[in-house]
Structures are given as structure tokens and as C-alpha cells.
């Protein structure tokens, strides 16, 4: 069974690694400026490499993944990955000082790599032991850090200048980036790409109906990454630097 994060989350999660496939075309004037993104000139830039390299390659990626690979085959795939990542969550669970979930989060990737043949399957889901969304840049925000700018990085995509730093320190103890075998993990890293990508195919037509995707796509990632940071309880006054727009809607899908 796939792994059913929360509603918002997860539609807010679909434009968070949608960075290195942008669809559409960014309006080339800006006519008001946003403290959040003191650097949307150069963001533009890269927000319009990332959807050229979308379409010439990850796209296209895309599209054959779906065709030729079985449904089943791509949901235990998605469960695999979504394991992994729970790694991250139970981490950064202990440091934003919530054991309980910490705990929950230990039990959930124990029950799913064994009984769930490695993550491909999900009995922790129907044990009741819920999928969280924790890294460490919302464990940074936790601590006090505020979220900087707003960024495009180049394939990466959107994120704030906290949510990157905390991009590093995870990789550190991520299993699939610090797996030994260089092949395998290089395989598994491009799997990884194409079948985000893939799962995120539905989003085309939201962008391309949007008056400016570079807005769009900036206010549902800092929507986002304030929602998670206060774990779905936004209190109705935050930093400027963390808000976004409230009435951005977006469709189901896997954590990553």
C-alpha cells in the first residue's frame, strides 16, 4: 500500500522538487518587489535553465518511466524511496525535541524494511504508524533560524536559504547518498529523479495555466516550507520572510 501523508502536505510537497522540471515560461518583468526574493533576477535565470533541461531530458524521462513500467512496479518503488526518508524524519524528529514521533518514526522504517521487504511494501501505514515530513531546515527554523531568501538552485530548484542548508546536512546521513557501491547508488539516484518526476506530471497544466509559474511556483514553496515548519499549525501572524499564499491548490502525491 502507498505511503497517504496528510492532505496539504503532500499537495504542498508536489512543487518541491518540480524545480528541475518548471513548465512554462516566466513574465521577464517584475513589477513589484518581494523582500522574500531579493534575488529574483538571477532566480528567473535559473528557474528558465531547469525547464529547458526539464524538456529536453527529465520530462521526457518521465513519460517513458510510466509507459513501460507497471503501475504496481511504480508504487513500490515510491514506497522504497519514501522509506528511506524516514530516516530523515525520525532525526529530525529527536532534534526538534519530539521523541514520540522520533519514536513512531523508528518502529514505522523498522516494520517497513523488514516485514515490508525493504520498503517496497507499507504495513506501517496500516499498523498506524502515520508518514512524517521533517528535515533539518524546518529543525533549524524550530531552533530559532529565520528562512533567509528565497532561492532557485540550478536542478535543485526552490527552496529558502535555511531549507538549503538543511538540504546539506541531511545528505550527510542519508542512506541512499552515503550507500558504498558508486553504481547502485547512481542508479538509484537517477530512479529516484525520474520517478518524482514522473509522479509530478500531473502539475503541467496548473503551470502552464499560470499568469507567471515563477510566482507560482514561489509562493506555494514558501506556502509550503511554512506549513511544515510549524507541522500544519500556522499561527495567523508569522515572519514576513515565511509567508506565502493560502489559497494555492495542488493534487496528491508521494512523499518523496
Known sequence: MAVRPSRLTARAFALSLLAVCLAGCASKDSTTYDERDPFEPVNRVIFNINDLADRIVFRQAAYSYELFVPSLARRGVNNFFSNLGTVRD???????????????????????????????????????????????????????????????LPLLGPQTTRSTVGFVVDRQ???????????????????????????????????????????FVRDAILQRRRFLRYDGRVPPETNKLEEGLDDVSFDDDEEF
Open 173 to 215: 546521513y542519508s542512506l541512499l547518498f552515503n550507500y558504498n557501491n558508486n553504481d547502485v547508488r547512481t542508479r538509484l539516484l537517477i530512479l529516484n529523479i525520474v520517478r518524482i518526476r514522473a509522479n509530478l506530471l500531473f502539475l503541467n497544466e496548473q503551470l502552464d495555466r499560470a499568469y507567471d509559474p515563477y510566482v
Open 90 to 152: 525520525m532525526v529530525n524528529n529527536f532534534l526538534q525535541g519530539k521523541p514520540r514521533r522520533g519514536l513512531s518514526d523508528a518502529a514505522r522504517f523498522g516494520l517497513n524494511t523488514t516485514l515490508g521487504w525493504g520498503g517496497l511494501f507499507d504495513p506501517a501505514t496500516d499498523a498506524g504508524l502515520a508518514k512524517h515530513n521533517e528535515d533539518f531546515g524546518q529543525t533549524l527554523g524550530v531552533w530559532g533560524l529565520p528562512p533567509g531568501p528565497y532561492l532557485m
